[in-house]
């Protein structure tokens, strides 16, 4: 996961800058579809530290390179935070006290201002050399089980008392105390005058990325038809020759299918994140959902990640430029050719392959025997 997603990480930054990750990273759809591709479960809620940890791990001793320090964490790591942006201030010639008092306020606003019963147990704070930040908290509320994730970005933040979060994410838990909302100026009179002070901030009303109670990927989790591109132009065999050519490799069906879904976490609009569950077809996820991990296939795309990263450097941009071809050849066959995937049928071919890729979760070594029987024939209208 360090791996793949420091190399994702540096795709994004070599193309559109280290301002555009933190507008990402504020973005709870994208950062989930992020997490599906390094290989977490979409739908537990340790997508956020182990996304966040990988980053920590993989992007620290390249900050200066990428232009990127990630601070905190989890537990003990979340109170390490002002210290840690107080060495990389001295590093960078960046106001220090600025950047420990915003870590600290949005950590207040999110665990004290919510009167939503989730407790923050972490913290993540990502700066720039220019000074833009970004903020990931967790919080988890104790009585139901369930985790929300709170999102934060220095461009979107006009008042720390109106609205400042750029995403919130969890269970809908029904009313809750809101003091910072547009329409709670007269709460916010009424405790100024009854405290004698500024109230803390709070959230502001955002869409919510809410996620099911069941843990297993479901078919009415997944856009059957973006699903169907990505399939089509995996295993139809004309468009693959043609995709392998646009990313100058020579590639099996099966990574195809990774690259396209990565080339989309790097490349694809907002707009494309509302399903962040078909992201898991990419490496699937490690408690099995919705299939073992391929070690072989999560290798072999990171491989061909990392070289195109690295022709990129000494000046030959063909191979990281096809990913972005290869996104826009998977939209464009999308717009015209609608294929549907058959859910069922990707399901259990992914499991019947899963042995020859070394398809592993955290549970086990090695994934289950082949599911016998299974047909290659994943999507339900011809891509031609």
Known sequence: ???????????????????????????????????????????????TTSVLGALKRGL??????????????????????????????????LDGAALVKTSRLTAKIDNNAIADGFQLYLHSFLVTPTGDWAVVQQGMNQRTGQARRYHWHS????????????????EHEGEILNLVDRRAK????????????????????????????????????????????????????????????????????????SLALVAEVIYGAPTRFSDPARFSFAHGGKDGHPFPVPLKTYDESLSVLRRSLDTAKIGDTDKIDGF??????????????????????????????????????????????????????????PAS
């Open 324 to 381: 972005k071809r290869l996104n826009q050849f998977v939209e464009l066959l999308e717009s015209r050719c609608r294929p549907n995937a058959d859910f069922e049928k990707l399901v259990a071919h992914e499991h019947s392959i899963s042995p020859a890729l070394d398809g592993r979760t955290v549970c086990s070594r090695r994934s289950k025997a082949p599911v016998a029987g299974t047909q290659l024939s994943l999507f339900d209208t």
């Open 186 to 257: 007269t709460a916010q009179d009424a405790l100024l005058t009854i405290a004698a002070q500024a109230p803390e901030t709070t959230l502001r009303d955002v869409r919510a990325l809410t996620m099911p109670r069941h843990h297993d990927v479901r078919r009415e989790d997944v856009d059957l038809k973006r699903l169907g591109a990505i399939l089509a132009v995996s295993y139809d065999r004309q468009l693959r020759d043609f995709t392998s050519l646009l990313l100058l490799e020579n590639l099996g069906p099966r990574t195809l299918q």
């Open 60 to 93: 620290n001793p390249r900050a200066r390179d990428l232009g990127i320090y990630v601070c905190g964490g989890r537990g003990k790591q979340s109170r390490k935070t002002p210290e840690e942006l107080l060495a990389v201030a001295e590093r960078e010639t």
């Open 155 to 170: 461009a979107s933040v006009r008042d720390f008392a109106c609205e400042p979060h750029t995403g919130i994410v969890g």
């Open 1 to 47: 996961m360090e791996k793949i997603g420091t190399a994702i990480v540096e795709s994004i930054v070599l193309h559109y800058g280290a301002s555009e990750l933190l507008s990402r990273i504020g973005d709870p759809y994208w950062f989930q579809a992020f997490g599906c591709v390094m290989g977490m479960d979409w739908h537990s809620s340790g997508i």
